[in-house]
């Protein structure tokens, strides 16, 4: 599974990166947030990811927000609803709880956002 701010699509590096790690790893679902475009210009970057179910919710506002969920045919994932929330600038909070209600955790990141 890869869950990423990518900071936007439109770097080609951060298109790219998804593709390899998507090679490299076979990933069953991959989960970007902050795509910052539009559902087609997502669906024309990551059009590697074709074969996959998604779910995409665009931006609010341009240049911010926007979330891509992709998964491989052979997962049962569901989307049990989706709607618009507002929420402060910088607040977590709805991630924190969805990563603490599926017993997940958040590995923090150092270095390169790229590496």
Known sequence: MLNWNCCGLGNTATVQEIR???QQASLDIIFLMETK????IVLKELNFLSLMHRFLVPPERPSSGGLALFWRQDINLQILS???MERAQGTLA???NFIAICDLFDLKHAGNCLS
């Open 37 to 40: 475009n539009p559902d087609a």
């Open 20 to 22: 390899e790690l998507h």
């Open 82 to 84: 989706s709607s618009k």
């Open 94 to 96: 709805a991630f924190r």
